[in-house]
């Protein structure tokens, strides 16, 4: 188990974007975050109050979490330098990094000498099965997005909240390090080996009360040149019930790729849609997720209102406005 609670790790981060792991710990657990540490040249913060290490300790935190999610999952020598001194003073280290602390070898041996552990969580800890196909008995739901990190892990989030709220049986099922952070558990699906994929998303979902929704956390995009295909095996690993549609209007263009644009909504909903009646015939689309983070409030509201208007499904940021109508669309299912 990773202990609690966590001074959260920015490094040397140049945007909100890249944050993305610390933002999601602060929004849906606070109570783990004594707060951040940034390095020079930090471009963004998560809201916290800045420490040093020794402050980060003198507050409690037991875990320095690795609050970044950059391209490719690099650890740099510049951490590096941080992550030692932390396992010296006493810290435990987690990362959800592609790049794995176990194989730095001064992470490593330091962990060693001072008795701490090291936390990947993005190791997948079960052979995983080759997808079957199979349907499951119990419903479930995957946000799908038009780009990355637009929104899919907090539509999913939101949604369940409201529904245990409401009393109603449901799940939300993580499949990123964020998530996994955030719960404590699940798959961390980009780490699996591609053959296994949809499978380990089957293992993820099993078979639950007919009246169970699982809330699959989405990945990627089926329109990234980069993340397409874990996109895909969440689709059909999943075998979704209903698919909400994820979007961030702000954009220049995709995430990491100048060259490309996002999809148009339509495009998604098509698309998408297409690829999960592949193994689940009565899929529907049931509602819009944006992301306004960016938006003033009358702005995002007339935003939300033109999409409503031109999609004819409900639309709502459900962080910032709240879940209500995505729920409400999921009771004729």
Request: negative net charge; aromatic residues 6%.
């Amino acid at each position: 188990m990773i202990q609690t609670p966590y001074l959260l790790f920015l490094g040397d981060a140049p945007d909100a974007l890249s944050a993305k792991v610390a933002q999601g710990i602060k929004d849906w657990r606070p109570d783990n975050a004594v707060g951040q540490f940034r390095m020079e040249g930090c471009g963004t913060t998560v809201g916290l109050t800045d420490m040093t290490l020794q402050e980060g300790l003198d507050a409690g935190a037991k875990t320095l979490v690795i609050g970044v999610a950059n391209r490719g999952g690099i650890i740099s020598d510049a951490w590096k330098k941080v992550l030692v001194e932390a396992l010296q003073m006493g810290y435990d280290i987690a990362s959800g990094l592609h790049n794995l602390l176990r194989d730095e070898d001064e992470v490593q041996r330091a962990a060693k000498v001072h008795g701490r552990t090291l936390h990947d969580v993005r190791i997948p800890s079960v052979a995983y099965p080759i997808a079957s196909g199979v349907k499951r008995s119990g419903k479930r739901i995957l946000a799908v997005g038009t780009d990355c990190s637009v929104g899919k892990m907090y539509t999913g989030l939101c949604m369940d909240a409201e529904m245990r709220a409401r009393g109603m049986k449901s799940t939300f099922r993580p499949t990123g390090q964020t998530g996994i952070l955030i719960t404590g558990g699940g798959v961390p699906l980009d780490a699996v080996i591609a053959d296994f994929m949809a499978g380990a998303v089957e293992y993820l979902t099993p078979d639950n009360d007919d009246d169970h929704w699982d809330h699959i956390e989405g990945q990627g995009s089926l329109f990234h040149a980069s993340y397409s295909g874990v996109t895909l095996a969440l689709i059909h690993g999943g075998q979704p019930d209903a698919l909400v549609l994820a979007h961030e209007p702000t954009r220049a263009h995709m995430r990491g790729l100048p060259d490309y644009q996002q999809p148009a909504l339509e495009d998604l909903r098509d698309l998408a849609l297409t690829m999960a009646r592949i193994v689940n015939p009565a899929c529907k689309v049931i509602g819009i997720s944006i992301n306004t983070q960016h938006m003033a409030d009358d702005e995002a509201k007339a935003y939300l209102a033109e999409v409503e208007a031109r999609m004819q499904l409900p639309t709502t940021d459900p962080f910032r406005f709240g879940a209500e109508k995505l729920v409400d669309a999921l009771e004729d299912l």
